[in-house]
Structure formats: structure tokens, C-alpha cells
T-cell receptor
């Protein structure tokens, strides 16, 4: 089954304790992205990756890191989480329209993170 | 900079009535446009998209949207809604030639019996 998986689905942690949320897709998509969803703000893009070893900042990258060492995986790292990073996080992948941009995205089920 | 505006945060409508969810955008370059739907406790899934060609696009479950370049709009419509359409709907764009993806703030559609 074609899918995007995220782990963990739920996480409660404390301020300053480093954490990683994993994301994996089995559709051979070039493009992967991380979003956070907050009430009233919709989804905001944190980081995206156009291919292996190629990443770029979205609109809200502060406090986050990413890496893309393999095509299928795109982990999100919070090196020193703070309470304002409490949110619902989504990973997504997409085929890239050659030279023109990004097509529809396929979303994972989400990770609900609480930072105390 | 590009942006997407969904002015209606909530839209209540009775079952079998028509509905329109509004989406306006701002961009200095051409864009691809999308509508996504999010059912409770789930991720987003694509409803329909405009990449090029016909400005009227349709989904398999009766929704349609029309790309209007002069009004920079991509409103979503359905002539007769069902209870099962209750969900949050997000308009999104990606500027052509870039890899950013920008979402609106979402509209909660509540279909009443």
C-alpha cells in the first residue's frame, strides 16, 4: 500500500529534551515536507526537500532541523524543544513536476507533540 | 510573497443545500492550486487541483472549483452536501518554478441534518 508513515503518533516530552520524529514514504517521491498545524493558523511549512541531500527552509523553520540522506526518509529533529513547539505535525511527500514545481501531496497520519 | 486567504473559518449548511467555500490567493508568479480535505483525526487528502488547462476542475465526490485568474480566486462548490462532507477544507498553492507549499487557514464545513 502506498503510504507515508510517521512515528511516533503521540509524544509528550519536556523542554530541552532532544527528539526526532521519523517520516518514511514508499512511493519513490522526490519531494518531502514537514508542516505544523495549529488552530486558526492552518498548516505552515517547516522544511522541505527536493531530493536526497537537498533541503530548504519553509515559513517556520526556527527550532527545527531536517536531513535527507535517503530518498524514502525525512526525519524532523527538535534539538531543544520548547512549549511553543507543541503542535500537530504532518509529513508529506509528492512527485515533482519537472522544472515547474510540486504536485499534490500525500500526507502521513500526523504526530501530536506536547512539550511541557 | 505568496499567500492564501480563506475568510470563512466556519460554514454551517443544511444537508442537501449548496455550499461555496471561498479561497483567494496572492502571487506575483503563476501558481498551481489545490483543495485538500481533512476529516477528524486524520491527515489531509487531495480533493482536487488546478495545474493547467480547463479552469473548472471536479472531484469524484461532486465538488468542483473554478480558477479565476482575474479575481485570483479558486472557490470550492458543491450543489448538494451530505452529512459525510463535514470536515475541514484547506486551499493551497505552490508557485510555479518553486518548491514551497502555502496553505490557507482552513474552513470548517459543518453539515446539519
Amino acid at each position: 500500500e502506498a503510504q507515508v508513515t510517521q512515528n511516533p503518533r503521540y509524544l509528550i516530552t519536556v523542554t530541552g529534551k532532544k527528539l526526532t520524529v521519523t517520516c518514511s514514504q514508499n512511493m519513490n517521491h522526490e519531494y518531502m515536507s514537514w508542516y505544523r498545524q495549529d488552530p486558526g493558523l492552518g498548516l505552515r511549512q517547516i522544511y522541505y526537500s527536493m531530493n536526497v541531500e537537498v533541503t530548504d527552509k519553509g515559513d517556520v523553520p526556527e527550532g527545527y532541523k531536517v536531513s535527507r540522506k535517503e530518498k524514502r526518509n525525512f526525519p524532523l529533529i527538535l534539538e531543544s524543544p520548547s512549549p511553543n513547539q507543541t503542535s500537530l505535525y504532518f509529513c508529506a511527500s509528492s512527485p515533482v513536476i519537472l522544472l515547474a514545481g510540486v504536485d499534490e501531496q500525500f500526507f502521513g497520519p500526523g504526530t501530536r507533540l506536547t512539550v511541557l | 510573497a505568496q499567500s492564501v486567504t480563506q475568510l470563512d473559518s466556519q460554514v454551517p449548511v443544511f444537508e442537501e443545500a449548496p455550499v461555496e467555500l471561498r479561497c483567494n490567493y496572492s502571487s506575483s508568479v503563476s501558481v498551481y492550486l489545490f483543495w485538500y480535505v481533512q476529516y477528524p483525526n486524520q491527515g489531509l487528502q487531495l480533493l482536487l487541483k488546478y495545474l493547467s488547462g480547463s479552469t473548472l476542475v471536479e472531484s469524484i465526490n461532486g465538488f468542483e472549483a473554478e480558477f479565476n485568474k482575474s479575481q485570483t480566486s479558486f472557490h470550492l462548490r458543491k450543489p448538494s452536501v451530505h452529512i459525510s462532507d463535514t470536515a475541514e477544507y484547506f486551499c493551497a498553492l505552490t508557485p510555479r518554478g518553486t518548491y514551497k507549499y502555502i496553505f490557507g487557514t482552513g474552513t470548517r464545513l459543518k453539515v446539519l441534518a
